[in-house]
């Protein structure tokens, strides 16, 4: 399934927080959403998950308005990981995934074979096979983000929605699940903060700046030197990975640029 965002407003006590934002996250890749902080990048995705109503515009899952779904039925196509995550669960770490089946019980139904199932992959997808009596609260943040994590796996969803999964985690750690989610070729919408993570991993990427999207395209041609003057306002060039080919980019960490604004909306071809 993909998922169509268009002409979506966002906004929060008469502010406008995003503004006819329109973008893609085509079925089975890996959409990123780019830009510096407060540009809007958790805003948008609370909305695809629902946890915000826009003022305006719509997401669409696969051509239909996530709003005329019921929330399980919603639930069972999109998982969210947002960013404001519980920490405060005292349940087991087993338990705290299994909450991802939720969207397919039945009040008071018990765990079938399928949910026993689900729940173990999604442990040992995060590398966390073998944890599932631990108490969430006695986790590291990097394990909990993990556990988070299996939790939207074992809701089985055709689409992902991820504000920065990556927190928290160890530089092996980003790495795995970063592989992971190539390894999985679901339709993933995720915001990162890492440029370099988002050059790597995302088949398409979205500039926000100030609420609005600035810039789209693959990797290659969104992150360019101009952008990164203008949207993150740094000095940078870009060159290939040695190891992968993927477009690296080597900031200059002396010499900051201005921060104006974006000269123009760029959207790239492909």
Partial sequence: M???IEDLRVAYAGRTVVADARLVA???EITGLVGPNGSGKSTLLRTVYRHLKPAAGRVLLSGTDLRELSPARSARHVAALPQERGSDFELSVREVVAMGRTPYKRAFAGEDATDRDNVARALADVGMAGQGDRRFTALSGGERQRVLLARAFAQDPDVLVLDEPTNHLDIRHQVELLALLR???RTTLVSLH????AASVCDRLHVL???SVVASGRPREVLTPELMAE????RATVVDHPLTGDPLIAFDHRAPVGTEEPAAIRTAAG
């Fill in 194 to 197: 890492d440029l370099n993570a």
């Fill in 209 to 211: 700046h100030a609420g």
């Fill in 183 to 185: 390894g999985q070729r």
């Fill in 2 to 4: 993909r998922i169509d």
């Fill in 231 to 234: 949207v993150f306002g740094v």
């Fill in 26 to 28: 085509a079925e089975g």
